[in-house]
T-cell receptor, first 114, second 113 residues
């Protein structure tokens, strides 16, 4: 099925460990985004990309890095995980066709840092 | 800057009750407005949208009308089902730039049989 696929779905990290979250979309979308969702905080944008080879900071970029080497993939890295990064992470993508188009979201990665 | 305000939840209803979830926005220009739904353990899904004043978006029995005079986009459904239990997010997107939406905080809906 076409859509946005996130891997892994669940992960437990120890403080200081590193990991990479993968987001893959097969809809040829130009724009991709990483959000985190925390109770009472809604969705907060971490980083985004407006095309292959581009990245930009969102609202809460500290402690995260991203790469968009291929159009279909958007990677989110945590170099040294902290308990404050315990969250549910969502990837989203959209077409570059104006403001009238909504996002397609992945099903999320639930990350716990202990 | 732009902002979206939703009523705080949870909203608790009995099956077949009428649903209204309020959403108001502050924005310059003429944004597009969206409702997303998040079922437990899943990502957000686009539920409906409206792209200009007085447009009505509809899907799966849900409706919302773009009211520019009151800067509102309230979500309504005539008869809710248990399966509608989810978190609902109102959002707006402006023209230009990277089309990053402004999301509301979300409103949880719980429907009891």
């Amino acid at each position: 099925n076409a859509g946005v696929t996130q891997t892994p779905k669940f992960r437990v990290l120890k403080t200081g460990q590193s990991m990479t979250l993968l987001c893959a979309q097969d809809m040829n979308h130009e724009y991709m985004y990483w959000y985190r969702q925390d109770p009472g905080m809604g969705l907060r944008l971490i980083h985004y990309s407006v095309g292959e080879g581009t990245t930009a900071k969102g609202e809460v970029p500290d402690g995260y890095n991203v790469s968009r080497l291929k159009k279909q993939n958007f990677l989110l890295g945590l170099e040294s995980a902290a308990p404050s990064q315990t969250s549910v992470y969502f990837c989203a993508s959209r077409e570059d066709r104006g403001r009238n188009y909504g996002y397609t979201f992945g099903s999320g990665t639930r990350l716990t840092v202990v | 800057g732009d902002s979206v305000t939703q009523m705080e939840g949870p909203v608790t209803l009995s099956e077949e009750a009428f649903l209204t979830i309020n959403c108001t926005y502050t924005a310059t220009g003429y944004p597009s407005l969206f409702w997303y739904v998040q079922y437990p353990g899943e990502g957000l899904q686009l539920l409906l949208k409206a792209t200009k004043a007085d447009d009505k978006g509809s899907n799966k029995g849900f409706e919302a009308t773009y009211r520019k005079e009151t800067t509102s986009f309230h979500l309504e459904k005539g008869s809710v089902q248990v399966s509608d239990s989810a978190v609902y997010f109102c959002a707006l997107t402006q023209a230009g730039g990277s089309y990053i939406p402004t999301f509301g905080r979300g409103t949880s809906l719980i429907v009891h049989p």
